[in-house]
């Protein structure tokens, strides 16, 4: 079974500060890993995700990803944070047919 | 359609009545999954259809929970008997078949559910 832990269910950041979203996933069988963010009152929208090849992957919004395999890790990060990337963001590994999400981070950004 | 559409967009209901809620996927995409979040629990999984095969239930909470979905197309999640833990949101989200576990789901804006 797989399963997603996101270390830190709020995070705040000052606006211009460096963002670190962290996610360990745990799986049986090589990873499809995801981030997503969800913005008040709306779905989930993908942010990026990696699949094979090349470890660090760039998103939209600025966003990147490292997978390391050796950690199990798929931590999400920003150069500079803007006050428009307030959200919550969620991790999610591939499983036999569906996805399984983590609980969630909720950032905080402030002026 | 452009995008997943859901509706309603929010739906109060009195403990013990049925609700139904409805999901459009995109035209074209066979796979259609229901997901739960409640505060601070994140998104669980309650079921997932791909084209005309059976769905995969093993998500739903109770018996109280069911969903359809006729012609491949749209779908329909019902609670029957609801409880105030059933209060949430509800996301339904689709995929091109397969593609899933490798590009990511498009989900819909969500039914907010208030059972009082």
């Known amino acids: 079974a797989q399963s997603v832990t996101q270390l830190g269910s709020h995070v705040s950041v000052s606006e211009g500060a460096l963002v670190l979203l962290r996610c360990n996933y745990s799986s049986s069988v090589p990873p499809y890993l995801f981030w997503y963010v969800q913005y008040p009152n709306q779905g989930l929208q993908l942010l990026l995700k990696y699949t094979t090849g090349a470890t660090l992957v760039k998103g939209i919004n600025g966003f990147e990803a490292e997978f390391k395999k050796s950690e199990t890790s798929f931590h999400l990060t920003k150069p500079s944070a803007h006050m428009s990337d307030a959200a919550e963001y969620f991790c999610?590994?591939?499983?036999?047919?569906?996805?399984?999400f983590g609980k969630g981070t909720m950032l905080l950004v402030s002026p | 359609g452009a995008g997943v559409s859901q509706s309603p967009s929010n739906k109060v209901t009195e403990k013990g009545k049925d609700v139904e809620l409805r999901c459009d996927p995109i035209?074209?995409?066979?796979?259609l999954y229901w997901y739960r979040q409640s505060l601070g629990q994140g998104l669980e999984f309650l079921i997932y259809f791909q084209g005309n095969s059976a769905p995969d239930k093993s998500g739903l909470p109770s018996d109280r929970f069911s969903a359809e979905r006729t012609g491949g197309s749209v779908s329909t999640l019902t609670i029957q008997r609801t409880q105030q833990e059933d209060s949430a949101v509800y996301l339904c989200?689709?995929?091109?078949?397969?593609?899933?576990?490798?590009?990511?789901?498009?989900f819909g804006s969500g039914t907010r559910l208030t059972v009082v």
């Open positions: 989200a689709s995929s091109s078949s397969w593609a899933g576990e490798i590009y990511g789901y498009t």
């Open positions: 035209s074209g995409h066979t796979a």
């Open positions: 999610a590994v591939s499983g036999s047919s569906t996805l399984t």
